[in-house]
């Protein structure tokens, strides 16, 4: 008998700050029709407090907790349906998490250059691990530890900064349905 089961059928997007996930993931679900789960999202609308505000209560290490268990309850139900999965930037700080998001399905790391993630992050004050007096260094420190957790859990890795949304979710979709049906 055999024992191994089928990749679930999601496409999970990985990648830190700024480098698309959510944009991404808004065109891949409008697309597909498969529904959109943006984890910061879900996170939020359970705590009923914003990441920041989430990060001041309970520091990262609770928002880390928050995020391992949602993870947790997405991949429990990873097979009975298809979706977008966005995850956050610091998802794959995490063994157990790393390991769960190979069971998801087919992960797609999103990446950008640090110039391109300071130009879209740079704003926005809902980042609170960029609330820095060198939010470049900050990132190039964070960019350094999660590259080789990025390149572990990743089907495909793609820079995000020279081409368009519309794009990244056609070359995600072509390879996606290659790694499928390879697959089946």
Known sequence: MNDIKP??????LVGFMGSGKTTVGRELHQRLGYPLVDMD????????????????ESGEA?????????LREITNHAGSERRIIST??????????RAL????GYVVWLSAPIKVILE??????NRPLLHTEDPAAKIQLLMDQRTPLYEEV???KLDTSGLDFSELATGILEC???FFTSRA
Do not use: C, D, W
């Open 41 to 56: 999202q879900v996170i939020e609308e359970r705590a009923g407090k914003s990441i920041p505000a989430i990060f001041e």
């Open 120 to 125: 879209r992050t740079g704003k926005n004050r």
């Open 176 to 178: 996606a349905r290659y």
């Open 154 to 156: 990743a089907h495909l």
């Open 101 to 104: 998001l190979k069971q998801l």
């Open 7 to 12: 990749t679930p059928k999601n496409i999970v």
């Open 88 to 97: 956050g930037g610091g998802i794959v700080g995490s063994e157990e998490n």
């Open 62 to 70: 609770g928002f880390r907790e928050m995020e391992t268990s949602l």
